[in-house]
């Protein structure tokens, strides 16, 4: 069920909101233990129902009113634990509710727990949670993406409509298209980041996922807007652009085709591919074979600048203000138990990195460096789109892998080739199910990527609802 097809129902009085909620509770009952997608139901998921049922039946219902949704556990409510699915948080609570949590509590969403992740949203697998992995619905022996692998992973299994994700460099769009769902990067800005737990504080987003475009779209416009709270956030109620440029017939389409002769790509990802451009091309769009010199660098940006803010962010994580301390000698013990017990390989793997980056002889070489790449690959998207309205990638080089198939750190980061882009321009990026891969008896999702200018959401909409046979508006 869509949340269009339940907000229809909830609102006709064919189901209430406890039944629709039960579904879900009854789902996670039944698949949560293989799975381990919620970290935490929360305890109060059948009074906010009745809440919600209240509004329904005095006629004062929103798009979201009694839909159960999910929340990925790096996105605070106030007095809910909310751990990064990190040891060195295990048991904090939250003191204060993130913007974008609360634009859904306000339309009475039922939210009902929270979901695994990467530790700190360092990963693209969930295997980096302290707490296990999150297994793919299609494939339990799979993994289902990552960092957000829980929420795509709910929203797949059904034990829940929606949820929220945030997305660093791939984190929305790489688990929505390894579980064969919606996922959508916005703008940066466009969601507010107050609340969310800090990774890349410059490629940060709140991102929405679901199983259709319309309703990752309905998400979408009850969490964006400015925010007081985030400097960084912008108001996105100024005309957005034309989905089809002045003077165009059609709505174009680019496909920087030069970084699909790469290795690491499988075969049936290039053969998905080229069927989606077929399809693109019998729907009614262009498309245009772009050249973009220097979007191979964007891996190798991303994995100087990332790791440096990295650094920045999880110097809070210090046993004295909050979550778990160790006890020591003296504060500098302290400091060296706690991180060393709280923190996993990874999240210890990126500081080290990005403070390295940081450090006194090396901050020109690399950190500058790779800000100056940071323009350059930006400046090449902006002229880009002034001639096309979107761009088109795979969404990851391969469907999903086996759990603890891929050893070396290096390997993981190389999954991140299409999507660590979109976070470096600053421009939002949806991922589209495409269909499946074969393997072993089981099908495994893929997806396609679509790009658009900033602020240009609706673009992605449109394309989206077209490629998947929804209704268009």
Not at 193 to 222: C, H, Q
Not at 404 to 433: H, M, Q, R, W
């Amino acid at each position: 069920m869509t949340i269009k097809e339940a907000r229809e129902l909830l609102d006709t009085k064919k189901i209430n909101v406890k039944e629709l909620t039960e579904i879900c509770l009854k789902n996670i009952e039944n698949k949560n233990k293989e799975l381990n997608v919620f970290l935490e139901v929360y305890d109060d998921v059948l009074e906010q129902a009745k809440e919600a049922q209240k509004l329904i039946d005095s006629g004062k219902s929103k798009e979201l009113t009694g839909i159960p949704l999910a929340i990925k556990d790096n996105i605070l409510i106030k007095g809910k634990k909310a751990s990064a699915a990190s040891k060195i948080l295990q048991n904090y609570k939250a003191t204060y509710t993130a913007t974008a949590a609360q634009k859904l509590i306000d339309q009475n969403a039922v939210l009902i727990g929270r979901t695994n992740m990467d530790e700190f949203a360092m990963g693209g697998s969930t295997e980096n949670s302290a707490f296990g992995v999150t297994r793919n619905p299609y494939d339990i022996s799979r993994v289902a993406g990552g960092s957000s692998g829980g929420s795509a992973a709910a929203v797949a299994a059904g034990m829940a409509l929606g949820a929220l994700g945030s997305d660093t460099g791939g984190s929305v769009r790489e688990p929505a298209s390894f579980c064969g769902v919606v996922g959508i990067k916005p703008t940066y800005g466009a969601v507010s980041r107050y609340g969310l737990m800090a990774m890349g504080s410059s490629l940060d987003v709140i991102g929405p996922i679901s199983k259709s475009v319309s309703d990752t779209e309905i998400i979408f416009n009850a969490i964006k807007g400015k925010d007081k709270f985030d400097s960084t956030s912008i108001d996105l109620t100024s005309p957005t652009p034309p989905y089809i440029k002045e003077g165009q017939e059609k709505t174009r389409i680019g496909v920087p085709y030069s970084i699909l002769e790469g290795k690491g790509i499988s075969e049936e990802v290039k053969k998905n591919f080229d069927e989606s451009i077929d399809k693109l091309k019998k729907l009614g769009f262009e498309i245009i074979d772009i050249k973009l010199p220097n979007i191979d660098k964007s891996l190798a940006v991303y994995y100087i600048v990332m790791p440096a803010e990295v650094s920045s962010n999880m110097a809070r994580y210090d046993g004295i203000k909050y979550g778990l301390s160790v006890d020591g000698e003296n504060l500098m013990d302290v400091y060296k138990k706690t991180r060393r017990q709280g923190f996993g390989k990874e999240v210890k793997r990126r500081i080290i990195l990005g403070t390295y980056v940081l450090s006194s002889g090396y901050y020109d070489a690399y950190y500058g460096k790779a800000m100056m790449a940071r323009k350059i690959i930006r400046n090449e998207f902006n002229k880009a789109f002034e001639e096309i309205d979107a761009i088109l990638t795979p969404t990851a080089p391969s469907p999903a892998w086996k759990i603890g198939e891929k050893t070396s750190p290096l390997e993981n980061y190389l999954a991140d080739i299409f999507t660590v882009t979109a976070n470096i321009v600053g421009c939002p990026a949806i991922s589209l199910p495409s269909g499946f891969s074969e393997n072993n008896g089981k099908k495994l999702p893929l997806g396609i990527q679509l790009m658009s200018s900033h602020m240009s959401e609706n673009i992605l909409f449109e394309i989206g609802k077209k490629f998947l046979g929804e209704q268009f508006s």
